[in-house]
């Protein structure tokens, strides 16, 4: 019945059955215990294991609570089991007897399968159905340890392989009808040999807490001795990626505690992004590390690995402060392998948070090569003992980790800056922080922004690295207390194929605002860099036969041509084209008929093509970047269209070709705003105006007002010198508004009234004194006309008057009499 699955099922050449005497002769015997901390018992387990490099099982330990003779058996076959078929046939037999137990908290040893010892290749997963003909194999529930762990999750693993989390099986022997119970851990343990040297014992013995579940007893294996990310990824790219749970805060101390799982790819941990609330000075930060879970571990000093020690500035609350990736000692995780983490700082200003909905080893941020889960927060330094240890927590900040790729083009965006910063910082440090600030920001961006979240899973866009560096030149500085450093900031970017570099760096580009923005907050700084432009540009194709839309490869070779021509025409007006895309064709004018010069009429048909140009432009000075476009393709059309032409035969059925650029809103390029940490003067200035223009009119106000009532009491006085019931005169009245506005008095003022009480008071074309003709300005005045009705006064004109002193009576009033009357003398009693 026995098959031996090492020749038979994984390897089948005679290099790796040459393999299997080669580990058996030199290497030393190692294992992988689970636990013997049981809660359930029932007939049989069945679980997976992965291995991570070629190993040789050669025996297994099984348990049970009794201290008797028990039957066992145990099946195997070379791939995952269905936790949803529950029958024997698959399985093959690989040993079978009778064996006395070991009792609580022990292992009972099973040693010379059938058939030999058993070899699984690195990288193979294989399938284990262990049974009893009794319900005393014991076992452990794992669902009351981790809430979300589920089967085939990682249960326990080390350097070599992972045993995943199985089912239990309710009965015996196995049938169809049988219950299989998911979510169960196997407890036993694993004997092997693999390809490496025996670790070297201690001189003095350690001792440490128990172990927890999800814990290996192995000793802790030097880096050195697994494989590095590219060899298991198969590549020799790697993509930068990072993870961030929150910068909430809410509470704090020393140190975080935490664990991270692979998922179904391995990574490599590189660097740390923590939470602290200290800005005015360095801080100094220690990283721990250890496989597996760490509960059980929090105090132990000796379980932990010291992989990082770095003193570095506190970007303060709200911000993350990375830990550089040459102070960080990478971890490297296989597939659904667990790994913890502890950060602490000398002093306590480590922030995390609480969240009493959350438990301890839940995830509290994941993506699809990672996930952070729930740890505790420690009160003291370096470790604390168990009163000061507060659970669950939640690790404040960012996991960076690598992953493999295929090796993709990289595409770097420029962003400029003026920095303005105090003279006690110094470039190397002004140039180091704010690369960090930039790519800090871009990877959150990156997680908030689901645009970008788009291109990093449908285009694999990454982010590499962000890097600084002086630029040549000077620039104002704020104050005799500031310097001014002018600053490129370079972002270097990771893509697929799918995806153009001119698109990307447009994007990115766009967002100079939002790394501006974060920035700000640390610095005077004033963007000074390239902008992204666009707009879009209508080509129509007309063709005597029947037109046709472009294929991929066409398409590809029309916006290549249209770009190198752009390109050509616009390099002395310092823009640059990033991108022409085609975003729409369709064919028009199918059915036309047009008549030629012989009379004839021939069938014609045009392709419309509708393309985006994408470009970059630093000012100043600002440029329509539409008016360039059109102005280029205007100005040598021939050539134009002869680059399309040279671009694919496609284009020779087409007699002629226009281009027409239409503008979109908003493509004139500005200046980018002035973006500073402290408010600017502009505005005090702009409200001290303001209240000087309020005040002035004010006062303009009260002084008119004053005028009026002077003037009113004036005409009053003149008043009392006429005869109030005469129509002699007619006065025209004047508001307060004719002081400001003389087009709102009533009547045109055109000469002068004096008597004994005033020298002078002016009158108005209203008044029927003085009068002559218009068409005979030096006939005489008649007093029988002093009282006849002209008309319309606008067919008059006043020339002057002479009065006497007039009584209260109408009787006593005098009118002269004048004869070859001379304007241009001024009247006498």
Wanted: proline letters at 4%; hydrophobic letters at 35%.
């Amino acid at each position: 019945m026995m098959i031996n699955i090492s020749q038979s099922e994984i390897f089948d050449n005679d290099h790796e059955r040459e393999l299997s005497g080669k580990i058996t002769s030199t290497f030393c015997p190692l294992n992988l215990e689970t636990t013997y901390k049981d809660n359930l018992g029932s007939y049989g387990n069945m679980f997976d294991i992965k291995t991570y490099q070629t190993i040789e099982l050669f025996g297994m330990d099984i348990y049970t609570d009794l201290t008797k003779e028990v039957f066992y058996e145990i099946y195997t076959k070379p791939v995952s089991f269905n936790e949803t078929e529950s029958k024997l046939s698959g399985w093959e037999l690989l040993k079978a007897g009778a064996v006395k137990g070991n009792g609580v908290g022990k292992g009972t040893p099973i040693r010379d399968f059938i058939g030999g010892n058993m070899i699984i290749e690195g990288g193979k997963t294989a399938s284990f159905y262990v049974t009893l003909n009794t319900t005393d194999l014991r076992y452990r529930n794992v669902q009351s340890d981790i809430k979300f762990i589920q089967t085939g999750d990682r249960f326990i693993h080390n350097e070599d392989l992972q045993i995943l989390v199985g089912v239990s099986v309710g009965e015996y022997p196995l049938a169809e009808t049988t219950t299989l119970f998911g979510r169960r851990g196997w407890s036993g343990a694993l004997h092997y040999k693999a390809d490496r040297p025996c670790p070297k014992p201690t001189f003095s013995p350690t001792t440490s807490n128990p172990p927890s579940i999800f814990i290996t007893k192995q000793p802790t294996i030097s880096p050195t001795s697994r494989p590095d990310l590219k060899t298991l990824a198969g590549t020799d790219c790697l993509q930068n990626r990072a993870l961030l749970t929150t910068y909430d805060g809410g509470t704090g101390a020393y140190g975080s505690m935490f664990t991270v799982t692979a998922k179904e790819e391995p990574i490599s941990i590189t660097s740390l992004s923590f939470h602290t609330d200290y800005s005015e000075g360095n801080v100094t930060a220690i990283v721990y590390n250890k496989g597996g879970d760490f509960v059980g571990y929090e105090n132990n000093y000796s379980a932990w690995r010291k992989i990082s020690k770095s003193t570095l500035k506190g970007s303060g609350d709200g911000h993350g402060s990375r830990i550089e990736p040459d102070n960080f000692e990478p971890v490297l995780l296989f597939p659904h392998e667990t790994s913890s983490f502890y950060i602490t700082l000398t002093t306590a200003d480590i922030r995390y948070s609480r969240d009493d909905n959350v438990i301890l080893g839940s995830p509290v941020a994941s993506n699809r090569f990672l996930v952070i889960n729930a740890g505790v927060g420690l009160a003291d330094y370096p470790f604390a003992s168990e009163f000061f240890i507060y659970s669950p927590r939640i690790f404040n900040g960012m996991v960076h980790f690598e992953t493999g790729t295929s090796c993709f083009p990289e595409q770097n965006v420029t962003y400029i800056f003026n920095i303005n910063h105090p003279l006690d910082i110094g470039e190397p440090e002004l140039l180091k922080f704010v690369a960090n600030r930039v790519e800090e920001v871009a990877r959150m961006l990156v997680l908030s922004d689901t645009k970008l979240q788009l291109l990093q899973l449908e285009h694999d866009m990454a982010i590499n690295a962000a890097s600084a560096k002086k630029r040549i030149g000077v620039c104002p500085k704020r104050n005799y207390k500031y310097l001014c450093t002018p600053v490129d900031i370079t972002l270097s970017l990771r893509h697929g194929t799918t995806l153009s570099s001119g698109r990307l760096k447009y994007i990115w580009l766009s967002l100079y605002k939002n790394i501006t923005r974060d920035i700000t907050s640390f610095f005077d700084i004033h963007y000074v860099g390239y902008l992204p432009v666009e707009t879009s540009l209508k080509v129509l194709l007309h063709s005597e036969s029947h037109a046709r839309k472009m294929a991929n490869d066409t398409t590809e070779a029309f916006q290549t041509a249209a770009a190198d021509f752009l390109q050509d025409k616009l390099i002395e007006q310092n823009i640059a084209v990033l991108e022409i895309e085609v975003t729409q064709q369709s064919v028009t004018g199918s059915n036309r008929r047009l008549q030629t010069d012989d009379g004839s009429y021939i069938h014609t048909s045009s392709l419309e093509i509708t393309s985006s140009i994408l470009g970059e432009y630093r000012p100043p000075p600002e440029k329509d970047f539409s008016g360039i476009i059109e102005d280029a393709i205007d100005s040598d059309m021939h050539d134009f269209e002869e680059a399309i032409r040279r671009s694919d035969e496609f284009f020779e059925i087409y007699n002629s070709i226009e281009a027409n650029v239409i503008v979109p809103h908003n493509l004139v390029v500005a200046h980018a705003p002035s973006r500073r940490k402290r408010t600017s003067n502009s505005t005090t200035m702009t409200l001290t105006i303001i209240l000087a223009v309020a005040i002035t009119g004010f006062l303009l106000l009260v002084v008119g007002f004053y005028y009026y009532k002077k003037k009113s009491k004036e005409q009053e006085k003149f008043n009392d010198t006429f005869f109030q019931e005469s129509s002699v005169l007619k006065e025209g009245k004047r508001g307060i508004a004719s002081l400001f506005f003389p087009s709102a008095a009533h009547s045109t003022i055109i000469g002068t009234i004096c008597d004994d009480n005033i020298s002078a008071v002016q009158w108005t074309n209203n008044e029927r004194r003085a009068i002559t003709f218009k068409d005979d300005p030096r006939k005489k005045w008649d007093e029988d006309n002093f009282n006849k009705d002209y008309g319309d006064d606008e067919d008059y004109e006043i020339m002057d008057a002479h009065v006497t002193h007039a009584s209260s009576s109408a009787s006593n009033h005098h009118s002269p009499h004048y004869s070859d009357f001379n304007p241009n003398e001024p009247p006498y009693f």
